[in-house]
T-cell receptor, first 113, second 114 residues
Framework: GAVVSQHPSRVICKSGTSVKIECRSL??????MFWYRQFPKQSLMLMAT?????????EQGVEKDKFLINHASLTLSTLTVTSAHPEDSSFYIC?????????FGQGTRLTVV | AQSVTQLDSQVPVFEEAPVELRCNYS??????LFWYVQYPNQGLQLLLK??????LVKGINGFEAEFNKSQTSFHLRKPSVHISDTAEYFC????????????FGQGTRLTINP
């Protein structure tokens, strides 16, 4: 199947700093990618839909100025958590569709201290 | 809008016993249905999917699921589980139109005891 690579797998940052997470489709082109957030022992909540060459579509309640999404190429989408705070600590997962199936990155564990 | 309900948050079973993880969905349009498995600190791996055709679908690792349109269910089953099946399982639905966003259920923690 198709491969989606997410980097980094873990990151610890200080409160007030920004963190960038990359999501790459390694063997296919993805015009659309999805970013999810997962709290401990909970399900995945869709944050936004990343569209290549245009603005991302954010789900209700997600702050677009805090979670900046850039999808500059057909194989790369980035999520930047700006001015991170401890409540932003979570597991972030990206996904891309290929052939009607969704493929997921390995996830990024963000810890804000 | 679509929604997914996984009726059991935790399911403990003994090794080599059968297991069923329940999933019900709600949608006003036709949907695709999926089951994913998540191991600790990892992304999701597709177990199986229902797109059309036969209502009984077989997936990886010996899992299967049956689509029941009248009951709007898509329960996951395995006749004999192994310790390595311990993980979190998510049922998900997407529509055939639009951005095809996946909507996930709350997840079921499957724990296999020796």
């Amino acid at each position: 199947g198709a491969v989606v690579s997410q980097h980094p797998s873990r990151v610890i940052c200080k409160s007030g700093t920004s963190v960038k997470i990359e999501c790459r489709s390694l063997d296919f082109q993805a015009t659309t990618m999805f970013w999810y957030r997962q709290f401990p022992k909970q399900s995945l909540m869709l944050m936004a839909t990343s569209n290549e060459g245009s603005k991302a579509t954010y789900e209700q309640g997600v702050e677009k100025d805090k979670f900046l999404i850039n999808h500059a190429s057909l194989t790369l989408s980035t999520l930047t958590v700006t001015s991170a705070h401890p409540e932003d600590s979570s597991f972030y997962i990206c996904s891309a569709r290929a052939g009607g199936e969704a493929f997921f990155g390995q996830g990024t564990r963000l810890t804000v201290v | 809008a679509q929604s997914v309900t996984q009726l059991d948050s935790q399911v403990p079973v003994f090794e080599e016993a059968p297991v069923e993880l329940r999933c019900n969905y709600s949608s006003s349009v036709s949907v695709y249905l999926f089951w994913y498995v998540q191991y600790p600190n990892q992304g999701l791996q597709l177990l199986l999917k229902y797109l059309s055709g036969s209502t009984l679908v077989k997936g990886i690792n010996g899992f299967e699921a049956e689509f029941n349109k009248s009951q709007t269910s898509f329960h996951l089953r395995k006749p004999s589980v192994h310790i390595s099946d311990t993980a979190e399982y998510f049922c998900a639905v997407t529509t055939l139109q639009g951005a095809q966003k996946l909507v996930f259920g709350q997840g079921t923690r499957l724990t296999i005891n020796p």
